[in-house]
């Protein structure tokens, strides 16, 4: 499924991109992004006997910006590309009388919240209608590398598998990807195009190692963002 994605993806942004429309006024824009983050991690044991050590996880709210190059390069039809730094993790939390390493414990109000940061490279293709209030959509895949592996906190960590990688750093992954699919609207007053999106991003990587071996037999990433940015056309041409 992930490769008929993103075979797809680029077979439609390759052809697109070779297609030609006479006197179209082509446009390439930059500028910033910046937003709220709401991320969370899905795990799965590979052991199922060990999904009792696993809260109630939750989305953590984190900052999100960067900045967009856009091209418009037909109607209806551009290509855009960011870096962005998310605020990403996870939190959790654990209810009275959870069982946690086969004893009943008092986890009552027991949290983890773990902060995972990252630098993410979108390249999205981006689908708009209208004229100086456009509506758009962006799809496409996201790479990110993990900038930092925040601190975790937690209580009562004693009680937790001493092989667990979210409770101990036994070892993480620095790489992720993923498909991202948003929408919004673009406003443009004066130069400046103002533009609000709301995207959903989710990762086919895997925070922690997912071998039969391992813990886990998946840990990917989900977020939300909610952003505004503010993007100035640069330079504008006709096609051929």
Request: hydrophobic share 40%; proline share 1%; net charge positive.
């Given at each position: 499924?992930?490769?008929?994605?993103?075979?797809?993806?680029?077979?439609?942004?390759?052809?697109?991109?070779?297609?030609?429309?006479?006197?179209f006024l082509q446009e390439i824009a930059v500028g910033i992004n910046g937003g709220v983050n709401l991320s969370t991690v899905s795990f799965l044991y590979n052991d199922p006997a060990m999904g009792s050590e696993l809260g109630?996880?939750?989305?953590?709210?984190?900052?999100?910006?960067?900045?967009s190059v856009r091209y418009i390069?037909?109607?209806?039809?551009?290509?855009?590309?960011?870096?962005?730094?998310?605020?990403?993790?996870?939190?959790?939390?654990?209810k009275d009388g959870d069982y946690i390493k086969g004893v009943k414990v008092d986890s009552a109000g027991v949290k983890i919240s773990r902060r995972l940061n990252y630098i993410e490279i979108p390249l999205l293709a981006h689908i708009y209608f209208g004229r100086k209030m456009r509506f758009f959509v962006n799809l496409g895949p996201k790479l990110g590398i993990m900038a930092s592996y925040g601190d975790l906190k937690a209580e009562h960590m004693a009680v937790f598998g001493e092989n667990d990688p979210r409770i101990y750093d036994n070892g993480h992954n620095s790489i992720d990807y993923g498909l991202s699919v948003g929408g919004g609207i673009d406003v443009q007053i004066g130069r400046i195009h103002t533009i609000i999106e709301v995207r959903y991003t989710f990762?086919?990587?895997?925070?922690?190692?997912?071998?039969?071996?391992?813990?886990?037999?998946?840990?990917?990433?989900?977020?939300?963002?909610?952003?505004?940015?503010?993007?100035?056309?640069?330079?504008?041409?006709?096609?051929n």
């Open positions: 499924m992930r490769r008929i994605v993103v075979i797809s993806f680029f077979s439609f942004l390759f052809f697109s991109l070779h297609a030609q429309q006479n006197r109630d996880v939750g989305w953590r709210t984190g900052a999100k910006g960067g900045i390069s037909m109607k209806h039809f551009g290509v855009q590309l960011e870096v962005n730094f998310a605020q990403g993790g996870w939190s959790e939390e654990f990762g086919f990587g895997d925070v922690y190692s997912n071998s039969k071996s391992d813990v886990y037999q998946h840990s990917n990433n989900q977020n939300f963002a909610i952003t505004a940015a503010f993007l100035l056309p640069v330079k504008t041409f006709y096609g």
